[in-house]
Structures are given as structure tokens and as C-alpha cells.
């Protein structure tokens, strides 16, 4: 551990692509690393790729020394193990750099030496487990969302494998891979990608005398996560890579989000030489990144240092966006707000109205301090107003928002039969053009056109760092000639830059080692007979199904730390409780009924 802790560490931003267009704009923005989609089989059904377009997005990313990682992190079923062995085997073969994954039959299969990460899916929260995955071969485990600092720093200190850590976004409500509702009501399998959501849905809390508690609210919707301000401390605790979540939101989120984190990581790095970025290049941003102005259901930190008072947004799932004031003045077509923001044409603003129900509306136009809807809405006075679409800053992510370039040094010098342009890049890679050429005096400094135009790499990979001019005479080179030589040793640059990026191989070990348990639950979730057999030869004697594979299922279909209880200031294990209730409790939704059972030793929820 001191020696880990100890070395200079690479850290990893680690951002979402939907596809492979927000995939390069995410490395444009300073991302490390992204994970995108497979062709079938991801956690995010609706966000699969072709080969070509991650082919497309990993030749792209190498040219930064930045990773592309193919998430393939759903419970696999027999019939499709042929048809997954063959999507790694592709993947390996275009340049992938590792594959998130859930199921374990797929270390059973006939695939390449590709590094394998462990998906937050495989419930990454216990340390023999989290050693067993290590042992087994795995490069790179995502830790549970619900770990706090003590814990992840214990984990740290007895593992050598790199641990990663969701940093924002959408958090789901139960233990990341031990959620079964949608399946249980809809037979959408959130462990194949299917989930529909009931943690969004609004529900009403029912004590066991029937009384409501609480009344059509969004009680297991919990708000995004957002841990930008305790960076450091996670990475001290030891995690190595910063995960973004978002495989389904749009570009213009994971521009603004990749160019936010991008931004604080660096200004770690800056005072801290322990620490080095994990890729090449210097990003700049056109545009002051804001989170509060992208999608967003107001911030928690979760469980990291301990436990937020508040976890849900209670009146709604969706995003009400930053506060803009409180309504001062109405008329038949327009309002006045209080309040400092500058609002814009085309703004989105919404609102709770007295029903607690969020609605929303469009301006149309602003004058003299007079906001003029496209329809009026019902407003009263002192009504709080939230931005959820900022048109300005829309626009500005809409255009070319960033770039990133690689540093330069050219060395132009003399050789006997002409001259030569040597470019050596930050990376240490290096490219050397020569040209035969008669040599003549020039008349005036030529120093200053040479610098001109060996700058001009506008459209390319590079920015010039350092120029060396290297000559015995004022020597005379024409434009032209400089211009073709910039463009030759750049071109023959990046073919370096190609060849000297190593693809990643997996450490595979000679025999499986023995898993914590002998018994496995549904919670392990062994769907296929190459799971099954792993665990056996790991040696596991008892294996339950997943519950996916069961008939009629009559397990608890939701795990969580999240406690409704605590939410509403019952909490068993405060001295003081704001009241007693009577149990068991129940949500209901539709013609749904759930009961509530607290694990308060555990600080565990089960929904049944």
C-alpha cells in the first residue's frame, strides 16, 4: 500500500459515450478513457454500437494515449455465450483496451488476453469479494456508488488492483446488480440492460393500520451524484479512475460534465506530483463548464462522508435546474422575477405549483427585465422559478467547444546535402523528415518566417512547444518547403504515435482461486452453465439460479442503504426519532404493493 501509495499514480477521467461522435467529443473535453455501449449485451440496452463506430472512437482515442472500454456488463444466458465470445474476439481485434463486464461465465469462454474490469453490477462493496475478482484476473473493478472514504480506503490498502469510483450522475436507488422489480412486475431485467425504472415512479407509504404516510411521492428517486468537491480525498483513499455516468445522456452533458472534471483534476495535478494525468494532450475549453446548467436532479454526495441528511428529490424524477428566483409581478402575458440571473430567449423554466406538481414552460422573448412565455402559465406570487434549459449555453456546447493538442518540439538543422525537420512530441515519439536542398544565403533574418511557418499546425494533432533552429548560416528556406515539411513530419509523427500505442493485455491466471462462499444466492446472479461452472471450480457446492431464471420468483426484489425510514425522521438507531410508526410499511403504486423491511444492523433496506 505505502509503496502504491507512494509512486507517481496515473489517474483516469473516465466519461460515458452514447456513441462514437460524443465518445471523441468526451476525449476532446479531457476525458482519459470512455466506455461505450457493446453491439448486445450492455447494461444500457438502448445504447449498443457497431464495431466500426468503437473502431472509429478507439483509433481516435489512442492518438491521445487516451482507452476505449466496451461495456458488456448484462447476465448472460446460454443461447447467447456463442454470440458474446465472438463480440470480445471482435473488440480485442480493433484495439479495445478492456471489457466491463457482470457475468463470470465469461471467463470460461475462448476469448483473447483482453483486461477484464468487473462492473459495479458484480456488487463490488466486499473485500473478499473485490480479492477474489483480483485473483481472478481482473485490472479494474468499479466499487460500489454506496462506499464511504473509510471503507474505500480499507479496500485500497489490502488490493493491488485499480479500484473506480462513480463521481456523477444518476445514482440507482438499490445495490448496483441486486435490483429485480422491473423484472419481477414487467419481466425487464435491469441485469440485461431492461430496466423500467420503478425506483422514478411515484408511490404512496402506507403504515400497517393502512394509514398514508406520504402521498404520490417520488420516494426511492434519488438526486445525482455529484462528488467534485471531494476529488482529493477519494483519490488519497486510494481509487484511480473518476467515473462519469451517462451512456444515455446527450452530447452537450458530457461535454459540459468531462470539461467541469477535467478542470478540477488538473488543478489537483498542479500542486500535487504524486499524481499524473492518464493521457496525452492540452485541453482547452471555449465555454466556463457548469453542472448546475446541465441535467441534473439536485446533488447529493451519498454515503461518501456519511450518510446525506436528504437522498430523494421527493416531488419529482426529473431535472428542475438551477434556482432563478422568485416570481415578483404578474400580468395578462408576462412576469417579473427577482433575482440576478440573465434569462434568454428560448430558456426553459419551470416550477412547482400548488399541488406540488412540476410544470414547466418556454420564454419567448425577454424586455427590460419583463420575461414574456410563449403561453402564460398559471404562476402565483413568490413562486421559485428553476432553469432547466439555459438556450445560451446550449448553443455554445452545440459549436466546437474544445480542443486538444499535443505538445511539439521541432529541431531544424543542416545536413550535408540539405536540411532536416525533427519532431519529437510529449510522448517521446519521434519523426524526422529529410529534403535535399541547395543551400543559399539569405539576404534577411530568416528566423522569424522559419518560426511562422512551422506554427501553423491550426487543423493538426500538435501545438508548437519549442523551436530549435540548428544552422551554421543565415541559411535561406522557401515557405513552400518549410510548409511541406511541417506537413510530412507531422503526418509521419502520428503513424509513431500509432505504432507506439501497446494495447493493453490481461495477466490470466494459471488456476481460478477459491470464491468466499460455498454457497451462492440469486443475489450472484448465474444465469448461463459457464457461470455455473466457474463458481464450481472455484469451489462453490451450491448455486441458486438467477433470479431472471425462476419461474415464479418469490425473493425480495430491492437492496439498498438507502432507508425511507431515516428519510422521514424515523431512523431506529437515532436516540430520538421525530416519530413511531406502525409496521410493516408498504409502497404502493398502480396495483403494486411492497413491503418495506429494515435491516438496521446492516443499514439495509429490502423491498419485497
Given at each position: 500500500w505505502l509503496e502504491f501509495m507512494n509512486k507517481v499514480r496515473q489517474?483516469?477521467?473516465?466519461?460515458?459515450?452514447?456513441?462514437?461522435?460524443?465518445?471523441?467529443?468526451?476525449?476532446?473535453?479531457?476525458?482519459?478513457?470512455?466506455?461505450?455501449?457493446?453491439?448486445?449485451?450492455?447494461?444500457?440496452?438502448?445504447?449498443?454500437?457497431?464495431?466500426?463506430?468503437?473502431?472509429?472512437?478507439?483509433?481516435?482515442?489512442?492518438?491521445?494515449?487516451?482507452?476505449?472500454?466496451?461495456?458488456?456488463?448484462?447476465?448472460?444466458?446460454?443461447?447467447?455465450?456463442?454470440?458474446?465470445?465472438?463480440i470480445i474476439?471482435?473488440?480485442?481485434?480493433?484495439?479495445?483496451?478492456?471489457?466491463?463486464?457482470?457475468?463470470?461465465?465469461?471467463?470460461?469462454?475462448?476469448?483473447?488476453?483482453i483486461p477484464l474490469h468487473a462492473s459495479t453490477q458484480c456488487d463490488n462493496r466486499d473485500i473478499a469479494r473485490i480479492k477474489f475478482l483480483e485473483n481472478v484476473g481482473f485490472s479494474q473493478i468499479v466499487l460500489a456508488r454506496e462506499l464511504s472514504l473509510e471503507e474505500i480506503?480499507?479496500?485500497?490498502?489490502?488490493?493491488?488492483?485499480?479500484?473506480?469510483?462513480?463521481?456523477?450522475?444518476?445514482?440507482?436507488?438499490?445495490?448496483?446488480?441486486?435490483?429485480?422489480?422491473?423484472?419481477?412486475?414487467?419481466?425487464?431485467s435491469a441485469n440485461r440492460g431492461e430496466c423500467a425504472q420503478f425506483c422514478r415512479m411515484p408511490y404512496n407509504l402506507q403504515d400497517a393500520e393502512g394509514n398514508i404516510l406520504s402521498s404520490n411521492k417520488h420516494l426511492l428517486s434519488l438526486k445525482d451524484?455529484?462528488?467534485?468537491?471531494?476529488?482529493?480525498?477519494?483519490?488519497?483513499?486510494?481509487?484511480?479512475?473518476?467515473?462519469?455516468?451517462?451512456?444515455?445522456?446527450?452530447?452537450?452533458?458530457?461535454?459540459?460534465?468531462?470539461?467541469?472534471?477535467?478542470?478540477?483534476?488538473?488543478?489537483?495535478?498542479?500542486?500535487?506530483?504524486?499524481?499524473?494525468?492518464?493521457?496525452?494532450?492540452?485541453?482547452?475549453?471555449?465555454?466556463?463548464?457548469?453542472?448546475?446548467?446541465s441535467f441534473n436532479r439536485s446533488f447529493t454526495t451519498y454515503f461518501l462522508n456519511g450518510r446525506d441528511h436528504t437522498l430523494i428529490s421527493p416531488h419529482t424524477p426529473k431535472a428542475i435546474g438551477e434556482p432563478i428566483g422568485t416570481v415578483k409581478t404578474i400580468e395578462n402575458n408576462y412576469f417579473i422575477f427577482t433575482g440576478e440571473k440573465q434569462l434568454h430567449n428560448g430558456d426553459g423554466i419551470c416550477f412547482f405549483n400548488a399541488q406540488h406538481e412540476?410544470?414547466?414552460?418556454?420564454?419567448?422573448?425577454?424586455?427590460?427585465?419583463?420575461?414574456?412565455?410563449?403561453?402564460?402559465?398559471?404562476?402565483?406570487?413568490?413562486?421559485e422559478l428553476y432553469r432547466n434549459w439555459n438556450n445560451d449555453f446550449e448553443k455554445i456546447l452545440a459549436k466546437k467547444s474544445a480542443e486538444r493538442k499535443i505538445a511539439l518540439e521541432f529541431l531544424l538543422e543542416e545536413t550535408p546535402s540539405g536540411f532536416s525537420l525533427t519532431a519529437i512530441d510529449?510522448?517521446?515519439?519521434?519523426?524526422?523528415?529529410?529534403?535535399?536542398?541547395?543551400?543559399?544565403?539569405?539576404?534577411?533574418?530568416?528566423?522569424?518566417?522559419?518560426?511562422?511557418?512551422?506554427?501553423?499546425?491550426?487543423?493538426?494533432?500538435?501545438?508548437?512547444?519549442?523551436?530549435?533552429?540548428?544552422f551554421s548560416n543565415n541559411w535561406f528556406i522557401p515557405s513552400s518547403i518549410l510548409s511541406d515539411l511541417r506537413r510530412q513530419v507531422g503526418d509521419k509523427l502520428i503513424l509513431e504515435r500509432k505504432k507506439q500505442y501497446l494495447q493493453p493485455h490481461r495477466i490470466i491466471p494459471?488456476?481460478?482461486?477459491?470464491?468466499?462462499?460455498?454457497?451462492?444466492?440469486?443475489?450472484?446472479?448465474?444465469?448461463?452453465?459457464?457461470?455455473?461452472?466457474?463458481?464450481?471450480?472455484c469451489g462453490v457446492e451450491d448455486i441458486e439460479p438467477a433470479f431472471e431464471k425462476k419461474s415464479k420468483p418469490t425473493h425480495p426484489v430491492m437492496f439498498t442503504k438507502y432507508c425511507i425510514l431515516h428519510?422521514?425522521?424515523?431512523?431506529?438507531?437515532?436516540?430520538?426519532?421525530?416519530?413511531?410508526?406502525?409496521?410493516?410499511?408498504?409502497?404502493?403504486?398502480?396495483?403494486?404493493?411492497?413491503?418495506?423491511?429494515?435491516?438496521?444492523?446492516?443499514?439495509?433496506?429490502?423491498?419485497?
Open positions: 489517474i483516469e477521467l473516465l466519461a460515458p459515450a452514447g456513441n462514437a461522435d460524443i465518445g471523441v467529443e468526451a476525449i476532446n473535453h479531457g476525458a482519459d478513457a470512455v466506455y461505450i455501449g457493446a453491439p448486445k449485451f450492455s447494461a444500457r440496452a438502448a445504447a449498443g454500437n457497431s464495431l466500426d463506430d468503437i473502431r472509429r472512437l478507439a483509433d481516435y482515442a489512442h492518438l491521445f494515449s487516451a482507452k476505449v472500454y466496451v461495456a458488456l456488463n448484462t447476465i448472460l444466458y446460454d443461447v447467447e455465450l456463442a454470440k458474446t465470445e465472438q474476439r471482435n473488440c480485442y481485434d480493433i484495439g479495445v483496451d478492456a471489457m466491463i463486464i457482470q457475468d463470470m461465465g465469461i471467463l470460461k469462454l475462448d476469448i483473447p488476453p480506503h480499507t479496500i485500497a490498502k489490502q488490493t493491488n488492483v485499480r479500484l473506480e469510483a462513480f463521481v456523477h450522475g444518476a445514482l440507482c436507488v438499490s445495490y448496483s446488480g441486486q435490483c429485480y422489480i422491473s423484472q419481477a412486475i414487467m419481466g425487464r451524484l455529484n462528488q467534485s468537491e471531494n476529488l482529493e480525498l477519494l483519490l488519497d483513499a486510494g481509487i484511480s479512475s473518476l467515473k462519469i455516468e451517462g451512456r444515455l445522456k446527450e452530447m452537450s452533458y458530457i461535454k459540459n460534465i468531462t470539461a467541469y472534471y477535467r478542470q478540477k483534476l488538473d488543478a489537483i495535478f498542479e500542486k500535487r506530483t504524486d499524481l499524473r494525468r492518464a493521457s496525452s494532450g492540452l485541453v482547452t475549453h471555449f465555454f466556463t463548464p457548469t453542472p448546475n446548467k412540476l410544470q414547466g414552460f418556454r420564454v419567448n422573448r425577454v424586455e427590460q427585465g419583463r420575461v414574456f412565455p410563449l403561453e402564460m402559465p398559471l404562476l402565483t406570487l413568490n413562486t510529449e510522448d517521446k515519439c519521434k519523426a524526422v523528415i529529410f529534403i535535399d536542398l541547395e543551400k543559399k544565403t539569405a539576404h534577411n533574418d530568416q528566423s522569424e518566417n522559419i518560426r511562422l511557418q512551422l506554427s501553423k499546425l491550426g487543423n493538426t494533432l500538435f501545438y508548437l512547444n519549442n523551436l530549435i533552429v540548428n494459471e488456476h481460478f482461486p477459491l470464491f468466499p462462499e460455498t454457497h451462492l444466492s440469486y443475489l450472484h446472479n448465474v444465469a448461463n452453465h459457464q457461470a455455473e461452472q466457474f463458481y464450481k471450480d428519510e422521514i425522521g424515523c431512523c431506529k438507531k437515532e436516540k430520538q426519532p421525530a416519530k413511531k410508526i406502525l409496521e410493516p410499511l408498504y409502497l404502493l403504486t398502480g396495483k403494486n404493493r411492497f413491503q418495506l423491511r429494515f435491516d438496521c444492523q446492516q443499514c439495509m433496506m429490502e423491498v419485497n
